[in-house]
């Protein structure tokens, strides 16, 4: 684990992965603080967004940078856009589709901070044997994620 300590991360240096085939930068992965907190930068294109999901072990949060979105949170539903804070509390389902014609940013971050080791982790699965339900399965009880059936 890196040593703890100040940084100043900007999207040119962030590092890039695609999970779920959306193009994400971690600014600040989990082993940057401890596990207490991770960020990501995701750019959703048009349609793009994840299914309805939970995560048991942390809370996540979303900032409305660029884009238009459908949310569901806890069973509410919401069209949000730029400037739009959401918190999904831990055991919450939740789910998004980015619904303008254009790319949409958002800024994601968890307390604690394993979202950034989920994506870690399905960008390498997708990178190096491509989509396996088995694998994909792992990495969600792995990271204590449960999709909706």
Same mark, same amino acid.
């Given at each position: ?6 940084? %100043? ?12 085939? %959306? ?41 409305? $940078? ?18 739009? $804070? @959401? ?51 792992? %990495?969600?009880?792995?990271? @204590? ?5």
């Amino acid at each position: 684990m890196e040593p703890l300590g100040p940084r %100043i991360v900007t999207t040119e240096t962030a590092a890039p992965i695609r999970p779920f085939g %959306i193009d994400m930068q971690v600014m600040l992965g989990a082993e940057a603080t401890g596990g207490s907190f991770s960020a990501v930068i995701a750019t959703l294109a048009p349609g793009q967004g994840p299914p309805l999901h939970r995560h048991l072990d942390r809370d996540e949060y979303f900032f409305v $940078l660029e884009g238009t979105y459908h949310l569901t949170v806890g069973g509410q539903e919401s069209d949000i856009g730029p400037g739009t $804070l @959401a918190f999904v509390p831990r055991g919450t389902m939740h789910g998004f589709t980015n619904t303008g014609t254009t790319a949409g940013r958002l800024l994601e971050w968890t307390i604690p901070g394993e979202n950034s080791r989920y994506f870690e982790a399905m960008d390498a699965m997708e990178r190096t044997t491509g989509f396996d339900p088995a694998r994909f399965a792992a %990495i969600n009880a792995e990271f @204590a994620t449960e999709f909706a059936p």
